[in-house]
């Protein structure tokens, strides 16, 4: 997880703002109390959730960034659901930086786009926006007709009275609706009325995306702008010592270097001038104190810590008294290595440094921390640097981080123009930032029977959240770490959760897609597996024995034995794995069929997927999350390493550090469950639990259990 805070519901520091927008019309939004004015005349982006023009065309202002995920859909449904207007009616607006007015009630109210916390965040704070609004409109209508507003009714778009024979659009009204008082209290639509939310609304970001007006960060164009590209030491802690300046300019199309600390920009009239002139710059860099690290360091050290107790996450009954009477023991280690991010579109930030301030151009999750950390980096206030968001053409948690903008804006401080930065694919997968290296070590005691009646799950491994949320690291525990392991779905009476930070020296971690429960599903449910074959039991049967008390994880669980057909036969070489989980307040059960061929090679052949994610807004997005989830945690299990020798990472692009192609991948069968709970996440859960799934389905194909990914064919040969 990335953080977790109370119901974002609104109450007497949260609540709605209303006035006239610029050039007529209404906004609505809600603040803190702190914040509640609105200005007369707001900026050509007011900082608000809802504009009506006087055509009584809504504009939503999004505050969560669409990256892939469906939030410029799913969103702007919950407030259309409540006002009352049909999505075709509907754009979407990107947010300007604002903790105040944008801020994710799951995420310390900072404007951070991530954890699969947007329709969570967001399901009552524009629901209710929506219906204040709609109240507002029906205010102007029956003070514009002199009746009593509760005469009066909505139809998508317009007020209505009882006769149905007068009628006004919301445009027209909309003028009036932003001097009538914002009500304190809203009545919300009761599930059974909803025509929007629940329903396969078409994408609204699809046409620009598809006839190319849609702007990413990579799209951005100011004049007079040249194009840079990076070199930096290819150590992390290394200093830059020369270049061949002389050989740079003679580039054609080079413009200028810059110099920085740890690497060296070359800027030119485009970017194939900039990239010839690194090449001729050939920089020669101090590679510093990491200059011999190797992955191999990094695993012995994770190894050592793990034979120390950690900070305790979680502890109830007393592990160690039913450990030393269990009938049975079994014990595991199992590894993650580091993962890169690989967003398809390549990391870019375009900046204006002038007299008066910075322009930044980028598409990032964390508009306002990029804003302070560069206002800090060139030593301006922070209204002085006037970020300007776009799409993301991927996130995955690399652009959680605002290193690469801070780079873009020392460069563009010694330039005279605006200037775009675009980093290599090769910059870039060896100066990310990195999925942690995870060791766990497992301890399980089991009873006559082979279930476990004490359980140990030490987590060794580096803390994003003591470097990225400080507040958060308390006692010794990385919330994230733990998350998906402290709360896992089992019910087990003995049951102990140990962290151990242990920092790899010099390489930088940060979030992945998925998490804390992408490395902890992956880990436990592999696990869960172990113990079933101890006991002699199958999978699905040992899970469901110890679900009895978790009724949404069994069910899940049970329909997708069903519908994969668990227990089956399948070919020679072939298997099938599960795994069930609880995160993101969403629950999922995956079964994966696997083929391994002789030389060892896997296959993913199908994934069924059953997901109980509470509330549905948009079931194409649930299905289309799953989906890409499922795909992205297929490539991490089967190639996805980053490996480290003489402090280098060793991987540069595609050709080692491999994407799953389109003739490899699986059919995917998703069944949404019917629910009333409240909405879960839906980004990161089809990521989480894939690996076990397919782990488990080789060791059920071979016999061969794989404790660390990715996987290792050449174990897999048939002998």
Known sequence: MLARHNSPELSRRNFLIAGAA???????????????????????????????????????????????????????????????????????AIAPPSDKLYGNPLLGNAQVTGGSTSIRGFYLPLRKTGAAARAMLISAAAKTWNVDPGTLRTEPGFVVDDSGKRRLSYGELADRAAKMPVPNDVQLKDASKFRIIGTPAKRLDVS????????????????????????????????????????????????????????????????????????????????????????????????????????VAKNEGNFASAFSSAASKVEATYEAPFLAHATMEPMNCTVSVTND????????????WAQQAVAKALNLETGQVRLHNHLLGGGFGRRLESDGIVQAALIAKQLAFPVKVVWSREEDIQHDMYRPYYYDRFSVGLDAQGMPIAWSHRIVGSSIMARWAPPLFKNGIDPDAVDGAADMPYAIENFRVEYVREEPPGIPTAFWRGVGPTHNVYVIESFIDELAGAAKKDPVEYRR????????????????????????????????????????????????????????????????????????????????????????????????????????????????????????APKIEVEIVKSSADPGGLGEPGTSGLAPAVLNAIHAATGVRLRKTPIDSKRLKAV
């Open 545 to 664: 024995a110890l679900l009895q008390k978790n009724p949404r994880a069994l069910h899940v669980l049970d329909r997708a034995a069903e519908l994969s057909n668990w227990g089956k036969p399948l070919g020679p070489r072939q298997g099938r794995g599960v795994s069930v989980q609880q995160a993101f307040g969403t629950y999922m059960c995956q079964v994966a069929e696997v083929t391994v061929g002789e030389d060892g090679e896997v296959k993913v052949d199908r994934v069924f997927v059953v997901v109980d994610p509470g509330v549905v807004v948009n079931p194409d997005t649930v299905v289309a999350q799953v989906q890409s989830g499922v795909i992205f945690g297929i490539t991490a299990v089967l190639w996805g390493e980053i490996t480290v020798d003489k402090g280098r990472v060793q991987q540069t692009n595609f050709d080692d550090y491999r994407m799953l192609r389109i003739d490899e």
């Open 357 to 368: 301030g910075c322009d930044i151009w980028v598409g990032t999750q964390i508009p306002v």
């Open 208 to 311: 620009g995306k598809v006839n190319g007006s849609a702007h990413y960060g990579i799209d951005a164009k100011v004049p007079n702008m040249k194009i840079a590209t990076v070199a930096a030491s290819p150590v992390f802690g290394g200093k830059l010592v020369s270049f061949d300046e002389a050989a740079v300019k003679k580039v054609p199309g080079v413009v200028q270097v810059v110099k920085l600390d740890n690497a060296i920009a070359v800027v030119g009239d485009h970017y194939w001038a900039a990239k010839k002139g690194i090449e001729a710059a050939a920089p020669v860099f101090d590679d510093g104190p990491h200059a011999n690290v190797s992955t191999a360091d990094v695993v012995s050290a994770l190894a050592k810590a793990a034979e120390r107790e950690g900070a």
């Open 22 to 92: 610029a050039g007529g019309g209404m906004m609505i939004g809600w603040a803190p109390a702190a914040n509640a004015r609105v200005e007369k005349d707001p900026p050509a982006m007011p900082d608000a959730y809802i504009r009506i023009d006087g055509r009584g065309h809504v504009t939503i202002v999004s505050p969560m960034i669409e990256m892939g995920q469906g939030t410029y859909t799913s969103l702007p449904m919950l407030v259309a659901e409540e006002l009352d207007v049909d999505m075709a009616n509907v754009s979407v």
